[in-house]
Nanobody
Framework: VQLVESGGGLVQPGGSLRLSCAAS????????MRWYRQAPGKERELVAA????????NYADSVKGRFTISRDNGKNTVSLQMNSLNPEDTAVYYC?????????WGQGTQVTVSS
């Protein structure tokens, strides 16, 4: 299993970023995919999840209405569109898949929201 995130960076408050995660090594279309984040000194938290078919999604309360998770099962990618970013969104963002009770993670991509 390999997960490779991209798209992080520095953005001003109110700005937008789109994160992508390229997956390989498993049957991507069969599994939920999730985005987590971890800010300095804080525990890793679930940000968004999307079901295998891409229809069902759920979000942390802190990002509802601002973030959108999506997937392309033809390209084995999952994305996170982040709008109206604020400094509290600053964190390392990780792509995750759980396969038979085993969690797999990407290397993470840094998102920094600052003026």
């Amino acid at each position: 299993v390999q997960l490779v995130e991209s798209g992080g960076g520095l953005v001003q408050p109110g700005g937008s970023l789109r994160l992508s995660c390229a997956a390989s090594g498993f049957t991507f279309s069969s599994f939920f995919m999730r985005w987590y984040r971890q800010a300095p000194g804080k525990e890793r938290e679930l940000v968004a999840a999307i079901a295998s078919g891409g229809i069902s999604t759920n979000y942390a309360d802190s990002v509802k209405g601002r973030f959108t998770i999506s997937r392309d099962n033809g390209k084995n990618t999952v994305s996170l569109q982040m709008n109206s970013l604020n400094p509290e969104d600053t964190a390392v963002y990780y792509c995750n898949v759980r396969i038979w009770k085993n969690d797999y993670w990407g290397q993470g991509t840094q998102v920094t929201v600052s003026s």
